[in-house]
């Protein structure tokens, strides 16, 4: 199974992780950033984009796909999984924001782009989720006051 020069699937795991940190940040404006350390922030950041950008282009891929069917299998049952997850932890995140729901909802996304990344053997989104998952748990930590 191999992919064109997008990923529509990853693009669509990507746009359903979005939707709901898009309402999220727009009904929770006044929400601050605690993370005092800007450099983690800064990692964060730059992993999460690139992650985003990477999980549905194929930037320096030779070969957009997978090596089995088994691997396309645990690639699209994963991600379901995963996303599926996130979305179930994020609902009852809005109804009682605890530091666990906060770290699953830091964790999850994470998995995604890296579940991606190892099994699409797309090495700069693996590597890119690398850095935003060591950001994003760290910054969680600290909004949550659990580091």
């Known amino acids: ?3 064109g020069l997008i990923n529509l699937f990853g693009a669509a795991v990507v746009a359903v992780m979005l939707i709901p940190n898009i309402v999220y940040a ?3 404006r006044e929400e601050k950033n605690l993370c005092g350390n800007k450099v983690m922030r800064v990692l964060e950041q730059i992993g999460r ?4 950008i990477l999980m549905w282009l194929p930037l320096l891929v030779r070969e ?14 994963g991600n379901v999984l995963l996303l599926s997850a996130y979305l179930i932890v994020f609902i009852k995140y809005l109804k009682k924001r ?3 729901r906060a ?6 996304p994470a ?7 190892v099994l699409l053997r797309h090495w700069l989104l693996a590597g ?14 600290k909004n949550t006051g659990a580091g």
């Open 1 to 3: 199974m191999k992919f």
């Open 26 to 28: 727009v009904c929770n």
């Open 49 to 52: 984009y690139a992650c985003v």
């Open 64 to 77: 957009f796909g997978f090596g089995s069917v088994a691997e396309a299998l645990v690639y699209t049952v």
């Open 98 to 100: 605890t530091a666990r």
């Open 103 to 108: 770290m699953a909802l830091a964790v999850l």
């Open 111 to 117: 998995c995604v782009f890296l579940l991606s990344g």
């Open 128 to 141: 890119f989720a690398v850095l935003f998952t060591v950001g994003h748990i760290y910054v969680t930590k």
